[in-house]
């Protein structure tokens, strides 16, 4: 049974930095696509980061730059460091996990079978 459980969530002042983690267990890690994806009250859940299991790398134009996602493949663990928060970086913060995942028009997706989430982590920027 696939499981994914977030961490690191806070509340911190615009500029200010985080780190997510997410521990996954259940499958052999690094066979997945991974990523992080977020959901702001109102709005509908964007993929903000993934990394594949290659080690290649994808962002949206929101938060490149500022954002870098990661992982521990020997400690099973998936990272997200974010710097220069912003209050519209707002949002419950899940990881996720599947077969492949793409970027397309500053989209990311998963496609090709089942994607597992975590229980998310809320992020909160104050201005």
């Known amino acids: 049974q696939v499981q994914l459980m977030e961490s690191g969530g806070g509340s911190v002042q615009s500029g200010g930095s985080l780190r997510l983690s997410c521990v996954a267990s259940?499958?052999?890690?690094?066979?997945?696509?991974m990523a992080w994806v977020r959901e702001a009250p109102g709005k509908v859940r964007e993929g903000v980061a993934t990394?594949?299991?290659?080690?290649?790398?994808n962002y949206v134009d929101s938060v490149k730059g500022r954002f870098t996602i990661s992982q521990d493949n020997a400690a099973n663990t998936l990272y997200l460091q974010m710097n220069s928060l912003k209050p519209e970086d707002t949002a419950m913060y899940f990881c996720?996990?599947?077969?492949?995942?793409?970027?397309?028009?500053?989209?990311?997706?998963?496609?090709?079978?089942?994607?597992?989430w975590g229980q998310g982590t809320q992020v909160t920027v104050s201005s």
């Open positions: 990394i594949e299991s290659g080690g290649r790398t």
């Open positions: 259940g499958y052999t890690y690094g066979s997945y696509c």
């Open positions: 996720a996990a599947g077969p492949s995942c793409a970027k397309s028009n500053d989209v990311i997706y998963f496609f090709g079978g089942t994607v597992y």
